[in-house]
C-alpha cells in the first residue's frame, strides 16, 4: 500500500538567506531562501506528499489515519507526528547566537518539545566557521558580564568547518551558523529558538529581531568540559558496495551516512520510519510498490510499514531515525567487530 514519499520543499525567508538550493535544480520563490523544511509535521511548516497515490496529502493526514503503518510500532497507536524534522539550510550570512532548551524546559515555558539538532555540513566557502559552545575559560558570570558589556562574541568557541564534518548540537549548546556554509539539519521537532545576540541587523522594515535573554540564559549548558567538536563516527561495512558510518544516536535520533556504489537491501520491519537525505550522486530506491530516483539534495521519508526495499546508484546519503539503542546500534556495531570503548563514546555525545 505504501511507497518511498517525497515532499514539497517549504521555504523559510529568514534573512541571512541566499539563493544556493538553485544549485540543486530547485525553483525557488522571489528573495532570499534560508531554509528548506524537508519533513516536518510541525503546525508552522506541515509536509506534504509530492509523489504517487497519496500526492497532496500531509504527512500529519496519513499519521492519523494510519499511525502505526507511518511512523512505526515503537511509537504510541494515538501518535499524531514524527518526533524529528529536517532541514537544509543555507546560510549566506551568519546566523543568530542562540541556543535551545531541552525537553523540560520547554514542557513547562512554551508547551513544546525541547530542541536538540545535529549539523551534517554539505557545502562551504573556503575558511567558513560556526560556533559551537563558550570557550574553556568562559563562566556565567564572565558571560552575563559580556552580555552586558556587549562583547558577546570574545565568549564564543568558533571552529571551521568543510564538506563531511559532523556536529551534533545538544539542547543548551550555544550555536551559530556562519556565513557561507550549507547543512543538512535532523532536530527535534520544535520550532524554539532564543536569541542572544543577532550583530545588530534589521529586517527589511528596520527592525531588529527578537532577544530572549533571560530565558537563554535559563537554558545555557555552562560546563566546560572537553568534548570534540566534530563527530568522527563510526565506519562498518554493510556489504561488498557499501559501507556506512555512525556518528550520532540518542534517545532523539540517529544519523547514519551511506557510502554506496552499488546496491544494498535493507527493510522497514514495522517497528520504525527512516529518512534518507541525499547529499551527493544519484541513484533509485526500489520497494514493491514503486520505484523512486533520487538524486543529491533530495530527502525521502519510508513509511515503517514499507517491508524490504534496496537503494542503488552511486552516492552518499543520511540515514535519519528514532532508535532502539540496543537492537539498533549496540548490538550492530558489537556484531561488526566494533569495540566497547567506540560503542560507549558514539553513545555519550550528548
Same mark, same amino acid.
Given at each position: 500500500?505504501?511507497? /518511498?514519499?517525497?515532499?514539497? /520543499?517549504?521555504?523559510?525567508?529568514y534573512i541571512?538567506?541566499?539563493?544556493?538550493?538553485?544549485?540543486?535544480?530547485?525553483?525557488?520563490?522571489?528573495?532570499?531562501v534560508?531554509?528548506?523544511?524537508?519533513?516536518?509535521?510541525?503546525?508552522?511548516?506541515?509536509?506534504?506528499?509530492a509523489?504517487?497515490?497519496?500526492?497532496?496529502?500531509?504527512?500529519?493526514?496519513?499519521?492519523?489515519?494510519?499511525p502505526?503503518?507511518?511512523v512505526?510500532?515503537?511509537?504510541?497507536s494515538?501518535c499524531?507526528?514524527?518526533?524529528?524534522?529536517? @532541514?537544509?539550510?543555507?546560510?549566506?550570512?551568519?546566523?543568530?547566537v542562540q541556543?535551545?532548551?531541552?525537553?523540560?524546559?520547554?514542557?513547562?515555558?512554551?508547551?513544546?518539545?525541547g530542541k536538540?539538532?545535529?549539523?551534517?555540513?554539505?557545502?562551504?566557502?573556503?575558511?567558513?566557521k !560556526?560556533?559551537?559552545?563558550?570557550?574553556?575559560?568562559?563562566?556565567?558570570?564572565?558571560? !552575563?558580564?559580556?552580555?552586558?558589556?556587549?562583547?558577546?562574541?570574545?565568549?564564543?568557541?568558533q571552529?571551521?568547518?568543510? /564538506?563531511?564534518d559532523?556536529?551534533?548540537?545538544?539542547?543548551?549548546?550555544?550555536?551559530?551558523?556562519?556565513e557561507g556554509?550549507?547543512?543538512?539539519?535532523?532536530?527535534?521537532?520544535?520550532?524554539?529558538?532564543?536569541?542572544?545576540?543577532?550583530?545588530?541587523?534589521?529586517?527589511r522594515?528596520?527592525v531588529?529581531?527578537?532577544?530572549?535573554l533571560?530565558?537563554a540564559?535559563?537554558?545555557?549548558?555552562?560546563?566546560?568540559?572537553?568534548?570534540?567538536?566534530k563527530?568522527?563516527?563510526?565506519?562498518?561495512?554493510?556489504n561488498?558496495?557499501?559501507?556506512?558510518?555512525?556518528?550520532?544516536?540518542?534517545?532523539?535520533?540517529?544519523c547514519?551516512?551511506?557510502?554506496?556504489?552499488?546496491?544494498?537491501?535493507?527493510?522497514?520491519?514495522?517497528?520504525?520510519?527512516? #529518512?534518507?537525505?541525499?547529499?551527493?550522486?544519484?541513484?533509485?530506491?526500489?520497494?514493491?510498490?514503486?520505484?523512486?530516483?533520487?538524486?543529491?539534495?533530495?530527502t525521502?521519508?519510508?513509511?515503517?510499514?514499507?517491508?524490504?526495499?534496496?537503494?542503488?546508484?552511486? !552516492?552518499?546519503?543520511? @540515514?535519519?531515525?528514532?532508535?532502539?539503542?540496543?537492537?539498533?546500534?549496540?548490538?550492530?556495531?558489537?556484531?561488526a567487530?566494533?569495540?566497547?570503548?567506540? #560503542?560507549?563514546?558514539?553513545?555519550?555525545?550528548?
Amino acid at each position: 500500500m505504501y511507497y /518511498p514519499f517525497k515532499f514539497r /520543499p517549504i521555504y523559510k525567508d529568514y534573512i541571512w538567506g541566499g539563493r544556493y538550493f538553485e544549485k540543486l535544480g530547485r525553483k525557488l520563490p522571489e528573495g532570499l531562501v534560508a531554509e528548506s523544511w524537508e519533513v516536518s509535521c510541525h503546525k508552522n511548516g506541515l509536509s506534504v506528499v509530492a509523489n504517487g497515490e497519496f500526492a497532496g496529502r500531509t504527512l500529519t493526514e496519513l499519521i492519523e489515519s494510519d499511525p502505526v503503518n507511518i511512523v512505526g510500532l515503537n511509537f504510541p497507536s494515538r501518535c499524531k507526528e514524527i518526533p524529528i524534522l529536517i @532541514k537544509l539550510i543555507d546560510a549566506n550570512d551568519k546566523l543568530s547566537v542562540q541556543v535551545h532548551p531541552d525537553d523540560n524546559y520547554a514542557a513547562v515555558f512554551e508547551n513544546s518539545l525541547g530542541k536538540n539538532e545535529m549539523w551534517y555540513i554539505i557545502d562551504t566557502k573556503p575558511g567558513a566557521k !560556526l560556533v559551537v559552545g563558550l570557550k574553556k575559560d568562559v563562566t556565567r558570570e564572565k558571560f !552575563l558580564r559580556a552580555v552586558k558589556e556587549n562583547h558577546l562574541e570574545e565568549c564564543l568557541l568558533q571552529v571551521e568547518v568543510m /564538506p563531511g564534518d559532523v556536529i551534533n548540537i545538544p539542547a543548551g549548546t550555544i550555536h551559530s551558523i556562519g556565513e557561507g556554509i550549507v547543512i543538512a539539519e535532523i532536530q527535534q521537532t520544535s520550532d524554539i529558538t532564543y536569541r542572544l545576540f543577532d550583530y545588530n541587523r534589521v529586517d527589511r522594515n528596520g527592525v531588529g529581531r527578537q532577544l530572549h535573554l533571560d530565558k537563554a540564559i535559563d537554558v545555557i549548558n555552562f560546563k566546560n568540559e572537553n568534548r570534540n567538536i566534530k563527530c568522527e563516527g563510526v565506519k562498518v561495512k554493510v556489504n561488498e558496495a557499501c559501507s556506512k558510518t555512525v556518528f550520532v544516536a540518542n534517545r532523539y535520533f540517529a544519523c547514519e551516512r551511506y557510502e554506496l556504489s552499488g546496491e544494498v537491501v535493507e527493510k522497514c520491519d514495522g517497528s520504525k520510519f527512516y #529518512i534518507y537525505i541525499f547529499v551527493e550522486g544519484n541513484g533509485v530506491i526500489k520497494a514493491e510498490k514503486a520505484n523512486v530516483k533520487v538524486n543529491a539534495g533530495e530527502t525521502v521519508y519510508l513509511p515503517a510499514a514499507l517491508g524490504e526495499y534496496s537503494v542503488s546508484g552511486k !552516492l552518499k546519503a543520511l @540515514k535519519a531515525y528514532i532508535p532502539d539503542l540496543i537492537s539498533d546500534i549496540v548490538n550492530p556495531m558489537r556484531n561488526a567487530g566494533c569495540a566497547n570503548s567506540q #560503542i560507549y563514546k558514539l553513545l555519550t555525545l550528548s
